[in-house]
């Protein structure tokens, strides 16, 4: 009994100090490690988000960006830290959510290791296609690649990004076959769509707008459920038959799996009444991305039904997991 009593009184001990821990947070420094190389969306959000709570917590944010193997190391490394809040993720769907399905060791488990606190924007892509096709929508796209199944290609990030499986998605939805060239990034497959070594890309909003305004490239569909302010004459590909399709990159906050319930609201509310300003709405916006919003029960829910969509997506094209 006396060694049950030490126990418990330990124990005691310390849920009390993790209390009193999470009730002072922060008292020093928050890293927020972003799994990519810097200049990309999750940086960019993950550096609004560092600036956020620098000026609503009174303590320095630093971004880490730790690239590379599509950002599973840099996800592995938060989710060994210590489970204090000092150390946050930039989550992105490549490491949380596709590669589960498509990597046949995992160092971690999405869902089990990782609590999520805030999603703070979406971004939809256009379904662009090099000029020369004979296509103007995705009804004329779908006609013309059942018409020569397999001899269309398209161009993605690399193997398990988003990019790749949103166009199986659309692919498998719409009944064709497409072949697929994979690159090292959006900059590399976008210039060989301009060229016309390959006929099909997603690219985000951001990315195409200029090229569309240019005449370089031509967008049949959106990948978003509602059309994009940035071209809001644009019809998503759901308006265009392919009615189930809807693809998002996103960014978010993450820490590890164990944080202080008391941390997380403290994290969640500074980022979420931020994101609310007009000046935040207007942010994310006017950059193409939809701002989010949802909070650490609504994000994990939606990570879920990610990583369930994803898995049907990469059975169905028939991807090895490598």
Partial sequence: MPTLSRFLAAGCCALLALGASAQNYPTKAIRIIVP???GGPTDIQARWAGQQLNAALGQPVIVENRGGAGGMPGTEAVVKSAPDGYTLLAGNPGPLTIAPSVRSQMPYDTLRDLAPIFLIAKTASCLCI?????VKS????????????GKINYGSPGVGTVGHLA????????GIKLNHIPYKGAAQYTIDLIAGHIELAIIQFAGCAPLLQQGKLRAIGATSRQRSRLLPDLPTIAEQGITNFESYNWNGVLAPAGTPKPIIARIHDVLAKQLATPEGQELFLGQGHEPGGEGPEEYAAFIRAEIEKW???AKAAGIPKQ
Avoid at 130 to 134: G, I, M, T, V, W
Avoid at 138 to 146: E, I, N, T, Y
Avoid at 167 to 174: D, I, K, S, V, Y
């Fill in 36 to 38: 990519f190389v810097p």
């Fill in 130 to 134: 090099h000029p020369s096709l004979p």
């Fill in 138 to 149: 995705v009804k004329d796209f779908v006609a013309l690649a059942k018409a020569q199944p």
């Fill in 167 to 174: 166009t199986e998605l659309f692919a498998t939805q719409a």
């Fill in 311 to 313: 898995a049907k997506v």
